[in-house]
């Protein structure tokens, strides 16, 4: 069945002023997976948002990084007949949900009467909208290619913030001379998967076009891609010993508490630094992955709402809350993310967060700008999963790099 066809127009019985500030009686249930401290404290404005406009919050929390679990839940839920009103979603997620389905709720109305058309950038628009017609709001824009470190260790490691993968490996062993871990990880495979594309990002925005975007199998099995898969046992020999299955957030800690030099991830991990009182410049030090300067990989974190007739009002007031300049800024104050719309002045966010801001508009400018393999705006599950398993499994040792470049080839063709 098209899309279109299958589209109910929720909102067309609302009277477009209903999306400002009328009270409504109505609860949302949220399926969401923030629930690391810094995470839970960003949605505690999204909740107090909607609470002040009348709307309760019905909370469906369900951990695991990434919304592995996540997505897992709501298909069991959906395909059970119980969708929740809202639910956070990446990338080729929303799509795939729109495409298989057709039980999206359509928030034209509220788009329009907004003009979100005008605000939010062209490469989140390609993942709010299908067949032209809006089925999310995007909440934030992450990104996934920084480096994180403690400010003290970096100073006894020689003071420069790494720039080059040599001048990486150089603060690395420092670090591990002075008796900390290097590198604080988290054995998982969307972590592992995070890691990768950065270091694939580093051999150059050709070369993660090829590899990552286009799946060209010549970029996959070849050379640069055994020398990404050499590195990412060179940073393995950085990790402490009980890495296996550790949560991000548990990773920042160590680099926050000092007990390792550095972590590889996302800038929701700025979100638990500033949680932990600390401060950028001071106590750690954000950077784009060595090599990667001037270069982003992103993720957009949006909220679909299934078609349910009766909590229509509640879903689109929820739409526009989300879309709210002034909340876009609070709330991404504290998630570490950067607002979905270009509207939003950068005042209030720190250091971090105005480069992030800024690097997000130089890139899209420059083409240098382009969506997260392991955050679900590169591929399709499948072919990201595919991706995963071989990562995994080489970061592991199952694999040497000649060995992990052919089967990249193989997992990916039988994923598509
Ligand atoms: C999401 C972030 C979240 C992180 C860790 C990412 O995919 O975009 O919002 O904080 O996963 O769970």
Same mark, same amino acid.
């Given at each position: 069945?098209?899309? @279109?066809?299958?589209?109910?127009?929720?909102?067309?019985?609302?009277?477009?002023?209903?999306?400002?500030? @009328? !009270?409504?009686?109505?609860?949302?249930?949220?399926?969401?997976?923030?629930?690391?401290?810094?995470?839970?404290?960003?949605?505690?404005?999204? #909740?107090?948002?909607?609470?002040?406009?009348?709307?309760?919050?019905?909370?469906?929390?369900?951990?695991?990084?990434?919304?592995?679990?996540?997505?897992?839940?709501?298909?069991?839920? %959906?395909?059970?007949?119980?969708?929740? +009103? !809202?639910?956070?979603?990446?990338?080729?997620?929303?799509?795939?949900?729109?495409?298989? +389905?057709?039980?999206?709720?359509?928030?034209?109305?509220?788009?329009?009467?907004?003009?979100?058309?005008?605000?939010?950038?062209?490469?989140?628009?390609?993942?709010?909208?299908?067949?032209?017609?809006?089925?999310?709001?995007?909440? =934030?824009?992450?990104?996934?290619?920084?480096?994180?470190? =403690?400010? #003290?260790?970096?100073?006894?490691?020689?003071?420069?913030?790494?720039?080059?993968?040599?001048?990486?490996?150089?603060?690395?062993?420092?670090?591990?001379?002075?008796?900390? @871990?290097?590198?604080?990880?988290?054995?998982?495979?969307?972590?592992? $998967?995070?890691?990768?594309?950065? %270091?694939?990002?580093?051999? $150059?925005?050709?070369?993660?076009?090829?590899?990552?975007?286009?799946?060209?199998?010549?970029?996959?099995?070849?050379?640069?891609?055994?020398?990404?898969?050499?590195?990412?046992?060179?940073?393995?020999?950085?990790?402490?010993?009980?890495?296996?299955?550790?949560?991000?957030?548990?990773?920042?800690?160590?680099?926050?508490? $000092?007990?390792?030099?550095?972590?590889?991830?996302?800038?929701?991990? #700025?979100?638990?630094?500033?949680?932990?009182?600390? %401060?950028?410049?001071?106590?750690?030090?954000?950077?784009?992955?060595?090599?990667?300067?001037?270069?982003?990989?992103?993720?957009?974190?949006?909220?679909?709402?299934?078609?349910?007739?009766?909590?229509?009002?509640?879903?689109?007031?929820? !739409?526009?809350?989300?879309?709210?300049?002034?909340?876009?800024? !609070?709330?991404?104050?504290?998630?570490?993310?950067?607002?979905?719309?270009?509207?939003?002045?950068?005042?209030?966010?720190?250091?971090?967060?105005?480069?992030?801001?800024?690097?997000?508009?130089?890139?899209?400018?420059?083409?240098?700008?382009?969506?997260?393999?392991?955050?679900?705006?590169?591929?399709?599950?499948?072919?990201?999963?595919?991706?995963?398993?071989?990562?995994?499994?080489?970061?592991?040792?199952?694999?040497?790099?000649? @060995?992990?470049?052919?089967?990249?080839?193989?997992?990916?063709?039988?994923?598509?």
């Amino acid at each position: 069945m098209a899309f @279109t066809t299958a589209l109910k127009t929720t909102v067309s019985a609302l009277a477009l002023s209903a999306f400002a500030t @009328t !009270a409504m009686a109505e609860d949302v249930e949220v399926l969401h997976w923030w629930t690391s401290g810094s995470e839970a404290e960003a949605l505690g404005v999204l #909740k107090d948002d909607l609470g002040s406009k009348g709307v309760g919050w019905n909370d469906m929390p369900v951990a695991g990084g990434s919304g592995v679990e996540a997505m897992t839940v709501l298909r069991a839920r %959906v395909v059970g007949g119980d969708a929740p +009103t !809202a639910a956070q979603m990446l990338g080729f997620d929303i799509k795939d949900w729109a495409e298989s +389905t057709g039980q999206l709720a359509n928030l034209d109305a509220v788009a329009a009467e907004e003009g979100w058309d005008d605000v939010v950038p062209a490469p989140l628009q390609d993942f709010s909208k299908f067949d032209g017609h809006w089925i999310a709001a995007p909440v =934030n824009v992450h990104s996934t290619n920084w480096v994180w470190i =403690n400010k #003290k260790a970096l100073d006894q490691a020689g003071g420069k913030v790494p720039e080059s993968w040599d001048e990486l490996v150089v603060v690395l062993d420092k670090m591990k001379e002075n008796g900390i @871990t290097p590198i604080a990880h988290g054995g998982q495979p969307w972590q592992d $998967g995070t890691v990768f594309e950065a %270091v694939v990002l580093g051999m $150059g925005t050709d070369f993660y076009n090829s590899a990552i975007i286009e799946l060209d199998p010549e970029a996959l099995g070849g050379p640069q891609m055994v020398e990404v898969f050499d590195r990412m046992s060179k940073l393995r020999s950085y990790v402490d010993d009980n890495f296996s299955g550790r949560d991000w957030n548990l990773a920042s800690t160590m680099v926050i508490n $000092g007990d390792a030099g550095m972590q590889f991830m996302g800038d929701w991990a #700025k979100g638990e630094f500033l949680k932990a009182e600390q %401060v950028p410049g001071e106590d750690f030090v954000c950077a784009r992955f060595p090599g990667t300067q001037g270069e982003v990989l992103f993720n957009s974190d949006q909220f679909v709402m299934f078609d349910q007739g009766d909590a229509s009002d509640a879903q689109m007031l929820m !739409a526009s809350a989300v879309m709210d300049p002034k909340f876009q800024s !609070a709330f991404n104050i504290v998630k570490g993310s950067v607002p979905a719309r270009t509207d939003v002045s950068g005042d209030g966010f720190d250091a971090c967060g105005q480069k992030g801001i800024g690097d997000f508009a130089e890139a899209n400018e420059a083409g240098s700008l382009f969506g997260s393999l392991a955050h679900g705006h590169a591929q399709p599950t499948a072919i990201k999963n595919a991706f995963f398993d071989v990562i995994t499994a080489q970061f592991n040792g199952d694999y040497d790099s000649q @060995t992990a470049a052919e089967e990249l080839v193989n997992a990916v063709e039988a994923a598509k």
